[in-house]
């Protein structure tokens, strides 16, 4: 194991986030991702729970938001349902750097809460 990290998001909070800064979405989640959220009921749950996403693999590696953008860390999901990490431009040279070639993560979302697991291996 490399690293480890995790992350919470509070999702009214998030959504006031979304709202007071509609761009975010553009500079943060990829094609694929905003038309997943966008086509759910609330949006802004599975907006959270990327973004707790993105934050914990960038605990994982050890890093802030100055250096990988978080565009670059794209959460996919396999047929299943399961989530998955895929990294692009940055995100994925740092990872290269450190040696990480697997990635383990869960995430869950309530209402109110976003939460995100990532593993770095």
Do not use: C
Not at 38 to 45: A, I, Q, R, V
Not at 70 to 96: C, F, K, N, W, Y
């Amino acid at each position: 194991m490399i690293g480890i990290g995790t992350d919470l998001v509070e999702v009214e909070r998030f959504r006031t986030t979304l709202e007071r800064t509609p761009s975010i979405k553009d500079r943060t989640f990829t094609e694929a991702e905003r038309a997943y959220a966008d086509k759910k009921n609330d949006p802004t749950e599975r907006y959270a729970v990327r973004w707790a996403a993105k934050e914990a693999v960038m605990k994982a590696m050890g890093v802030g938001l100055g250096e990988v953008a978080m565009i670059d860390i794209e959460v996919v999901r396999a047929e299943s349902g399961a989530p998955s990490i895929q990294l692009h431009g940055t995100a994925a040279g740092r990872a290269a750097e450190m040696g990480i070639s697997e990635w383990k993560i869960t995430l869950t979302h309530t209402e109110s809460l976003a939460q995100a697991f990532a593993v770095a291996l």
